[in-house]
């Protein structure tokens, strides 16, 4: 029992040693993604929620390419684009007529809406990730949105 209770002692400090020697938790790696430089090209099908696409930025010179994901829900809340909230409501019995977007790699975002115009609910849920990929695209303004309205991973 003796010999267990030692060899967990030492395996323990190696590893908090190892750890400590790498410096494992003193490094991260950031993403970048200049909105203003960025277009994404829509790969998203009708009735889809999810978007994705290639987002190309300039780092010091260098383009370098990001996968971007979201995902796109149509909810009750309406809202000019652009705006932000930390939660969006759907209902059962209809009326989900805005669609919102969030980005969900390589950060994570609020959601945002994507055009201020509403849709009838059906229209809504057929187009709205169709939509969230084209905003990305096309309006720097939303791109601004999405990309400042990301959450602080420490006060979550």
Same mark, same amino acid.
């Given at each position: ?8 002692? +030492? ?13 494992? @938790?003193?490094?991260? =790696?950031? =993403? ?6 960025? =277009? &994404? ?16 930025? @300039? ?15 149509? /909810?009750? *809340?309406?809202? *000019? ?5 930390? +939660? &969006? $409501? ?22 945002? +809406? ?8 059906? $229209?809504?849920? *057929? ?6 990929? @084209? ?13 400042? /309205? ?7």
């Amino acid at each position: 029992m003796r010999k267990i209770a030692f060899i967990c002692i +030492v395996a323990g400090g190696l590893v908090s040693g190892w750890n400590a020697a790498l410096g494992a @938790s003193n490094y991260s =790696v950031g =993403v970048p993604l200049n909105p203003s430089k960025c =277009v &994404i090209t829509p790969d998203s099908d009708m009735y889809s929620i999810d978007w994705k696409g290639p987002c190309t930025s @300039s780092v010091n010179g260098v383009s370098v390419d990001v996968l971007v994901v979201g995902i796109g829900m149509c /909810a009750v *809340e309406t809202g *000019e684009i652009g705006d932000v909230a930390d +939660v &969006i $409501n759907t209902s059962d019995s209809g009326g989900n007529k805005t669609c919102w977007c969030r980005m969900i790699s390589p950060w994570l975002s609020k959601w945002v +809406v994507a055009y201020s115009t509403t849709y009838a609910q059906d $229209n809504c849920y *057929e187009n709205c990730a169709q939509s969230c990929a @084209s905003a990305m695209n096309s309006n720097s303004t939303f791109r601004r949105a999405i990309t400042d /309205a990301l959450f602080n991973a420490v006060s979550l």
